[in-house]
């Protein structure tokens, strides 16, 4: 069974650029959630989807948004980019809300 | 306010022996708790998860323990393995709100 799969791994925006993140859930999972890494801040949730329908949403500003798919694939969004979104960025699948969820590999985002 | 702590940033361990990684939490209203294990450049992978029910479940070398009326639960790691040296972290949850998760300790064991 394929895992979570996020693209892309790795990338690099300048300040004030857009970025969007793609995921797929492993296959039959309909909750897909969101999380940044950051060293020394742990994980801290973003926001989760369910039947494309935003379900919870992390404290941060709206420059953050997601939606989700039909396919359950889902995207994130990180407009007017800064120096402090530079982050992995995780995305999680789970069968339903907020079960035990299965993380993919992450999007690297380096903003210069 | 940080609901889930981990207090330990680091844990050295020989290899053989017992791995103990440690973690509190504030609110009492979380229901269900899990470890994941995290390798440089790579997702948290789940290990293992405890309901709020029961107080140890196991899982071959892990076992997670849960002492609800001290807000604290444990992963036991034994014997540990040189592949154990990862970044843990513990997490929670109440009801179907989302996980959330403490900063992580690093465990290396020392062959």
């Not at chain 1, 969007?20 to 897909?32: A, E, K, M, Q, Y």
């Not at chain 1, 992995?88 to 690297?108: K, V």
């Amino acid at each position: 069974k394929a895992g979570v799969t996020q693209t892309p791994r790795y990338l690099i925006k300048t300040r004030g650029q857009q970025v969007t993140l793609s995921c797929s859930p492993i296959s039959g999972h309909r909750s897909v959630s969101w999380y940044q890494q950051t060293p020394g801040q742990g994980l801290q949730f973003l926001f989760e989807y369910f039947s494309e329908t935003q379900r919870n949403k992390g404290n941060f500003p709206g420059r953050f948004s997601g939606r989700q798919f039909s396919n359950s694939r889902s995207e994130m969004n990180v407009s007017t980019l800064e120096l402090g979104d530079s982050a992995l960025y995780l995305c999680a699948s789970s069968w339903d809300l907020s079960n035990t969820i299965y993380f993919g590999e992450g999007s690297w985002l380096t903003v210069v | 306010d940080q609901q889930v702590k981990q207090n330990s940033p680091s844990l050295s361990v020989q290899e053989g022996r017992i791995s103990i990684l440690n973690c509190d939490y504030t609110n009492s209203m979380f229901d269900y708790f899990l470890w994941y294990k995290k390798y440089p450049a790579e997702g948290p992978t789940f290990l293992i998860s405890i309901s709020s029910i029961k107080d140890k479940n196991e899982d071959g070398r892990f076992t997670v323990f849960l002492n609800k009326s001290a807000k604290h639960l444990s992963l036991h790691i034994v014997p540990s393995q040189p592949g154990d040296s990862a970044v843990y972290f513990c997490a929670a949850s109440e009801g179907n709100t989302p996980l959330v998760f403490g900063k992580g300790t690093r465990l290396s064991v020392i062959a």
